[in-house]
């Protein structure tokens, strides 16, 4: 080993409680960091591909303008026909077209006003968790049939059931009176109060003949599995879609700007909680470096006698530094590693959580994601902070006078 | 050639409210080989000639030149190199690095002059056995007497042979029969290797060893004593 490798190790254990409690430090909060990243980032992809895989897909086809403005007449021409070719195209995805309108439902004694969607009753369950929730009844069956699946609120509000009839009155697309009778097939329970009472879907068939939608629907959504690879996708279907047709593909990031505005915000907020963590770690290391440097006084007098500059004496107290920072670092990354990654196997909860887990499209359980980020980010950012810490009593060597270190005790 | 020369060197310390004449108006030259004691009572201004040779503290006025190279106007980073490369300190307290073994002590120095590896370890092992402390390399500091604590700080001194070694008070910590081994072996070094040796010392048995004595008090020279007189 190098003469001054050996000479900063072996400083570092003179005072070995010391050392031990400086790296207790760096090893306890960079085991925080790397499950606390692990965690975060675990949770948005969930987050991210939960609320996807709910309703809005990774990409959609939409005609241009529709999704600032969601009028009905802003349609995808021969919705079905292009959806088809899709799933052709593009048989790793899952691919279903909708068309979205207003409508009053009615029941023998009430009305609610609603969204009406358009599904494929064959395909929708590979776009959307809906079809899933349905908690009573069944999901629909048949892509004609005059049949609805609605949300629990909505079913308590007009006081109906599976197998009830409903009303529907609304405008269609050319702004005609659109009116259909439909019977309940099926009442999903999302958790969502607010999604519950407004939203429902019925068959993409019924859905055009109620509304004249003469084949034409709003969007195709297309669910990638996970979010990796959609700016790539996203490029092939630009190159699938018809030339001529003036159809626009949005991604994720377009189709709910607020998902990630909310974990810019989260992020931003957790970051400062870190920047707090690893700014006391810098200060616990600033302390002891100080004090191992103010120990020393004499001993670097004496060595800066024998012509051994304080630029060296500096770079002596940051390799020290760096050894200790090198050994929290490693320590923290195996320990946050191991306990990381076996919770990204079991998982685990925080008790009373659920409620606001399902509001977030989250589960109840959490499994945190290992990866070489969430690895090493955190205690890389704590090393280069302890080494920034240990630059001033570096610098403070410059200030020393050898004559008069030399008298200090 | 001249190994030292001081010209009219005055420092005052302020002490309390009262200035304390370090140096007064002091002027020596030292020629090459030879071994000059510094002989004086406590505060009488030897450590602090020393120091002003060895370039590790400035006068307030006058002129120090080390092998006719003046000094007292060198930038810190060019004095630390003169002190690396020219000069070799023995202090009262043998000053050793408490981690390293005496071997280790010896090479580190060579190591920031920028002696390779092999070499430095080479010539560590032969200036401890020319100090008498072979077979005790791999010992640190706290497992070694006063005595052999002292070989090593020569060896770390002389190790890369300086022209000049300067000595403050180097036998002060040891007892009698030490102190003449260690004197034997500043003499030998002198005889053989032309050393020039300048040791700040109140101890007659030191300057029993001396080719030259200078006495001061109260920071002024008062008489300067050739071989032939001593």
């Known amino acids: ?409 | 050639m001249t190994a030292v020369r001081c010209v009219d060197l005055c420092k005052t310390y302020r002490q309390g409210e009262e200035d304390i004449k370090a140096l007064d108006h002091v002027s020596i030259e030292i020629e090459e080989g030879g071994f000059v004691c510094l002989s004086a009572p406590s505060g009488g201004g030897k450590t602090t000639l020393l120091n002003a040779i060895g370039g590790l503290d400035k006068p307030d006025s006058g002129e120090v030149y080390v092998a006719e190279r003046r000094i007292d106007n060198l930038s810190k980073g060019e004095l630390a190199e003169l002190r690396l490369r020219q000069i070799g300190f023995v202090f009262q307290a043998f000053n050793l690095i408490p981690v390293l073994t005496a071997r280790e002590n010896v090479e580190f120095v060579m190591q920031v002059q920028g002696v390779p590896a092999a070499e430095r370890g080479q010539k560590a092992l032969e200036i401890l056995e020319e100090v008498g402390l072979k077979g005790l390399e791999d010992r640190r500091p706290a497992d070694m007497s006063g005595g052999q604590q002292q070989r090593v700080a020569v060896a770390r001194a002389i190790v890369s042979r300086p022209a000049l070694v300067l000595a403050d008070e180097p036998t002060a910590n040891l007892d009698s029969k030490t102190s003449d081994g260690l004197m034997e072996l500043f003499r030998e070094l002198n005889d053989h290797h032309s050393t020039t040796f300048v040791i700040a010392t109140h101890d007659k048995r030191v300057m029993s060893y001396a080719k030259r004595i200078v006495r001061m008090l109260d920071g002024r020279i008062v008489e300067d004593i050739s071989q032939d007189a001593v």
Not at chain 1, 162 to 176: F, I, N, P, Q, R
Not at chain 1, 231 to 259: F, I, N, S
Not at chain 1, 292 to 317: D, K, Y
């Open chain 1, 1 to 409: 080993m190098n003469l001054v490798l050996r000479l900063a190790w072996r400083n570092l254990w003179r005072q070995p409680r010391r050392t031990w409690l400086t790296t207790g430090a760096m090893v306890f909060s960079n085991t925080l960091l790397v499950f606390m990243i692990s965690l975060q980032f675990g949770m948005y992809g969930l987050m991210i591909n939960n609320t996807l895989q709910a309703y809005t897909g990774h990409l959609q086809i939409q005609a241009p303008g529709y999704i600032d403005d969601q009028k009905m007449r802003q349609t995808v021409a021969d919705i079905l026909p292009l959806a088809e070719r899709l799933r052709a195209e593009f048989p790793e995805q899952s691919i279903a077209a909708r068309a979205t309108g207003f409508a009053l439902v009615s029941s023998a004694d009430r009305s609610y006003g609603v969204a009406v969607v358009g599904v494929e009753p064959g395909y929708e369950s590979r776009v959307s968790t809906l079809p899933g929730l349905v908690s009573s009844g069944r999901f629909l069956e048949d892509n004609d049939a005059a049949e609805i699946v609605i949300g629990a609120a909505l079913a308590r509000i007009l006081r109906v059931d599976v197998g009830d009839e409903l009303t529907l009155l609304g405008s269609g697309k050319d702004g005609s009176f659109a009116a259909a009778v439909v019977i309940i097939a099926g009442i999903f329970d999302s958790g969502l109060p607010d999604f519950d009472r407004s939203f429902t879907e019925i068959p993409l068939g019924l859905f055009d003949d109620v509304f004249y939608m003469n084949g034409s629907g709003h969007h195709v959504v297309i669910n990638n599995g996970g979010i990796s690879g959609v700016a790539d996708l996203k490029t092939r279907v630009e190159a699938t879609v018809p030339p001529g047709e003036e159809l626009v593909v949005h991604d994720w990031d377009a189709l709910q700007p607020g998902l990630q505005q909310t974990i810019k915000a989260d992020i931003s907020s957790a970051f400062f909680m870190y920047g707090i963590l690893v700014i006391l770690v810098a200060f616990s290391v600033l302390n002891t470096q100080l004090m191992s440097v103010l120990e020393r006084t004499h001993e670097f007098g004496i060595v800066m006698s024998l012509g051994l500059t304080p630029g060296r004496l500096g770079r002596l107290v940051l390799l020290e530094t760096a050894i200790m920072g090198f050994m929290g670092l490693v320590l923290g990354a195996i320990l946050g590693g191991l306990v990381t990654w076996w919770l990204s196997f079991n998982g685990f909860a925080y008790p009373g959580m659920e409620e606001m887990a399902s509001r977030f499209n989250l589960p109840a359980r959490f499994y945190p994601e290992v990866t070489l980020i969430s690895l090493l980010s955190g205690p890389v950012v704590v090393f280069l902070f302890t080494l920034l810490a240990a630059l001033y009593p570096a610098l403070r060597l410059h200030k020393l006078h050898p004559v008069e270190a030399m008298r200090a005790v």
